[in-house]
């Protein structure tokens, strides 16, 4: 199973801060899919480029793209805008749990803009770019990714 995770940041992209949330992002994913592969990408706030590699990664079969930085109101945070024009489909319950849990732990959870949705059977889920929050979002939403990638992939099987 083929995994992704993009870091979404223009200070990050030209080494001005360094990447904290992707890897955590990473180790996280790979406690619960030890046997995906994982693949990583660090791309600036350009949303033709954010495209061209979300829409790569499903067509490479990618199960799952977490994409992790702007999601925010700063102006040139387009990560959901990108997400819009490459997904077919919105899962919006996933961005309204994540929103909804992290408010409990710190109420500018609200202001995310995030979005999920399928391309196909790709399942791409957008995250804050801080590592708590996108820590904090990933583990809130992760018992139901497992089940989400699955029937996104084809499986007919329900839970208990």
Do not use: Y
């Not at 996280?28 to 660090?42: C, F, K, N, Q, V």
């Not at 387009?78 to 994540?98: K, Q, S």
């Not at 399928?118 to 804050?128: A, F, Q, R």
């Not at 979002?137 to 990638?149: E, G, Q, Y």
Request: glycine residues 10%; aromatic residues 4%; charged residues 20%.
């Amino acid at each position: 199973m083929l995994l992704a995770v993009v870091t979404i940041s223009d200070r990050c992209s030209i080494g001005q801060l360094t990447d904290t949330a992707g890897p955590a992002v990473v180790e996280i994913l790979r406690a619960h899919w030890a046997d995906a592969s994982i693949e990583t990408a660090l791309l600036p706030d350009e949303e033709d480029s954010i495209v061209a590699l979300l829409e790569q990664f499903a067509a490479d079969g990618a199960a799952l793209v977490l994409t992790a930085g702007g999601t925010g109101f700063g102006p040139r945070d387009r990560t959901p805008e990108a997400t819009r024009r490459v997904i077919d489909r919105e899962a919006p319950g996933l961005a309204e749990l994540m929103r909804s849990q992290g408010a409990a732990q710190n109420k500018f959870a609200w202001l995310s803009r995030a979005v999920c949705g399928l391309k196909e059977g790709t399942l791409i889920v957008n995250l804050p770019g801080s590592l708590r929050g996108a820590t904090e979002s990933l583990t809130n939403i992760l018992p139901l990714l497992k089940h989400a990638v699955e029937v996104a992939g084809g499986s007919s099987s329900h839970p208990q």
